[in-house]
Each structure stands twice: as C-alpha cells, then as structure tokens.
C-alpha cells in the first residue's frame, strides 16, 4: 500500500492532481441537466446525490469559481431542472454537452438533439434518455471551504422506462443500461451482482 | 415511457417508494466509514460526493431522524473519520455493518473484523480495504427540507494499491475491484468502457 498526503503530489502537474482526487471518491451516475435561460442548456454533472424519499429530494454541487454557472443561473432564475440518464450509446454526445460553450450557445443544438418539452415545466429534456426527470429548486447552501454550491430540488415528475421498474420499487440500471463515470472522463458500464437481505444485529 | 408523480405512488408501501427513490439518482460508491466512540464503529454510506481537489474535499450526507447518529456524533466529538473501499469480496461483511448495532456494540467485533490504526489518527480503519482515506471534518449544513445534515471533510491521508494509480493520476477502480451499490441492497460491479477526450466546443 503506498500513503500519500496531499503535499506529495504537489510536484505534479495540475492536471494529475484533478485526475486523482476526482476519481478518489468512486464512480457515480452523470445526469445532463438541462436548464432554460435564453436558450436550451445541458450541463454534464456526477455529483446527484439521494437525500430523501419523502419528499423525493436530491442535492448536487456546482463548482462556481472554475466552470461556467448557467445551469446553476438558470436553475435560480425559473426554479426549474431536469436530469436525464446517459445510457452507453449517449456517452460521446453527453461528454460533449460538458465543453464550456459560450452563454447564447445551446448544447442541444451543438450535439444535434431537438430539447423536448412538457406541459408547464420550463426546462428542457433530453428525449433520448430513458430516464427523466423534472425538478423544482427547494435551497442552497455556500460550502465556505472551498466556495461550491450543494443545491437541494424535488422531484416532481419522472418518465422512465417501464420495464425498467421491478415489482419491489427498485429501479433495474441494467435494464436501463445507465452508464457511470469516474473523475471527468472515466466512463464505466455496470452489472447486477444482487441484493443484499435486510441487515440485523 | 410510464409518467410518474411521487403523489402516484402513495397506495405503494412505503418499502416501495424507499426503493424507487433510492435507486432513482442511480449508481454511487459504498463507503465504510470508520469512527471512534466509545468503541470502533464502522457505518456504511453511498453519499461520498467529490467537492474538489485543491484542498481534497468530500461530502456526505446524514439522515438523523431516521438511523442511529453515532457516526456522525463520533465525528463532531473528535473531528476525524476513515473512508475504506468496499471490494466485492468484503460486500457481505460491509452490508452487514449497516444493521443497527447498540452505541456500545462495535460492528468491527460483529464482522470479525480487528480495527486498524495508523499513528496521530484517532478513527478506525478497515486494514481489509484496498483504498482508505483519513479524513477532518471541516463543516456541516442542516438542509432544512427534510433535516438531513450535509458534512464536508478534508482528505488528510490516503493509503492506496500502488498498483491502482495510473501514470495520468486516474485511480483505477478496475484494478481496485470496487464495488456499487443502488439504493440501500442493490449491488454492482464495474468494468471501466474507456476515457472520453476533454470536450471543446
């Protein structure tokens, strides 16, 4: 085993710094975000995180300081959100939305999706995930440490592929076939091994 | 595509709704979280969210109302906490250290398992584990919704398979042979498909 401190790698570069700690954490599930301001955004992120099932509550964090905050002035100005799933055939146009386009540039546009829309919910989805969902901005709070944001929504619609919901509630990824990240560009797939019982004493 | 409002499936049991939503944000990495009370606790979390690398801070989320505190009271009493990788092999022993064992109880005891410690640290490892990190808590945030607690923690120490580090920085989690988990039981292995170019407009 070797240790490392996070003063041992100061004489990397930065890009070896980045690479280690975002995939020091694990693999997570990307979602595109899509967002409404003067045109239709999507905006790449792996930090959705479950907080609650009743209400249904997810947070996320948004890094203000290094990348461009639209989703984030968006999410604030309409209230409004959607997460949409990235399964293995969407990963190179979904790792594409991730380029820091200029404000008045729409991701849908530059990867060749039209944003599909639903009844009184004004944010754009992505039509070709089998996984949507729409949100509504519950509150913020300002990690002083390193000046993020963790954003807290409700879910209040879903659309998803009916098959891909066991009889026991659970959400089958396999059948979905969503696709994981690790760090910015490290994509996985996933396999099933089965469910734990219940843990008692 | 089955359109969903959380109000459809109120005359679902309320296992049901846990597992739809747990599994709804997808795929996360389980964490044992190591802890020093009274005895060496372990509690199993899916939360851990990157929050950046310069200074090396993670998120982790806490639901005090519903399961025992005393992970995140060990915390808030000493100030540190052990993150350790679970592998597939240690899958049954890690799911079982998230029963509900008495304060005084240690769940290391109730697994077999012989705490680690590296020297200056006061919290627990699991020497099993072949990525551990040590960690100081630096903030917490009440998320007022539904009284969850949203803690950030500074990575101090990080023990690693030397072999699991590739020359770009980029842990490999192939190597390590960690595992997911979806919702509280749903486990999965991973195999990495490849690393997307940076995304330029």
Do not use: C
């Not at 519950?138 to 963790?150: C, G, L, P, Q």
């Amino acid at each position: 085993m070797r240790h490392i401190q996070p003063n041992d790698l100061t004489n990397q570069d930065r890009f070896y710094k980045v690479a280690f700690f975002n995939t020091l954490s694990g693999i997570r599930t990307p979602f595109m975000v899509g967002t409404k301001g003067a045109v239709a955004n999507i905006g790449l992120f792996n930090s959705i995180v479950h907080l609650g099932a009743n209400p249904p509550l997810l947070g996320m964090v948004f890094r203000p300081a290094t990348v461009p905050r639209h989703t984030l002035e968006n999410i604030l100005e309409n209230g409004w959100y959607t997460l949409n799933s990235v399964t293995e055939s969407l990963i190179e146009k979904a790792h594409q939305t991730s380029a820091k386009y200029e404000r008045e540039a729409s991701e849908f546009e530059a990867v060749g999706w039209k944003p599909h829309y639903e009844e009184d919910i004004p944010a754009p989805f992505v039509a070709e995930s089998p996984l949507r969902m729409a949100l509504q901005f519950v509150e913020k709070h300002h990690i002083s440490a390193n000046d993020t944001i963790f954003l807290v929504g409700e879910v209040k619609h879903i659309w998803i592929d009916e098959q891909a919901i066991d009889e026991s509630g659970e959400i089958l990824h396999d059948v979905l076939g969503t696709t994981l990240v690790s760090g910015l560009d490290a994509y996985y797939s996933r396999k099933k091994i089965g469910n734990q019982p219940y843990a008692r004493p």
